[in-house]
Nanobody, 122 residues
């Protein structure tokens, strides 16, 4: 099977920075698109940023110019560098990856991490 494990969340003051990491492990054949989502209390989960296998990126308008998504294919890891954080960035952040694995044939499955809390507050 496959697991995604996130790290790097926490409490930060407005204007501060955090770096989230999400490492995929297990019987992985290939990792395709990877992304970060977030869900604030009482709101729907929303896409924050995504990155393709060719490192093409896409961002929500609310984070453009402040957040950067990158990936290290050798480590099966995706990162989210968050700068100039605002209170409205407070949410649980989830990583997602589209992965094929040894027991899945040619199918590509969507996997989610367990979530990491990011709180921006003074």
């Amino acid at each position: 099977q496959v697991q995604l494990v996130e790290s790097g969340g926490g409490l930060v003051q407005p204007g501060g920075s955090l770096r989230l990491s999400c490492a995929a492990s297990g019987s992985i054949v290939s990792i395709y698109e990877m992304g970060w989502y977030r869900q604030a209390p009482g709101k729907q989960r929303e896409l924050v940023a995504a990155i393709s296998t060719g490192a093409n990126t896409d961002y929500a308008d609310s984070v453009k110019g402040r957040f950067t998504i990158t990936r290290d294919n050798a480590k099966n890891t995706v990162y989210l560098q968050m700068n100039s954080l605002k209170p409205e960035d407070t949410a649980v952040y989830y990583c997602q990856a589209h992965i094929s694995w040894t027991g899945g044939g040619s199918a590509i499955y969507s996997y989610w991490g367990q979530g990491t809390q990011v709180t921006v507050s003074s």
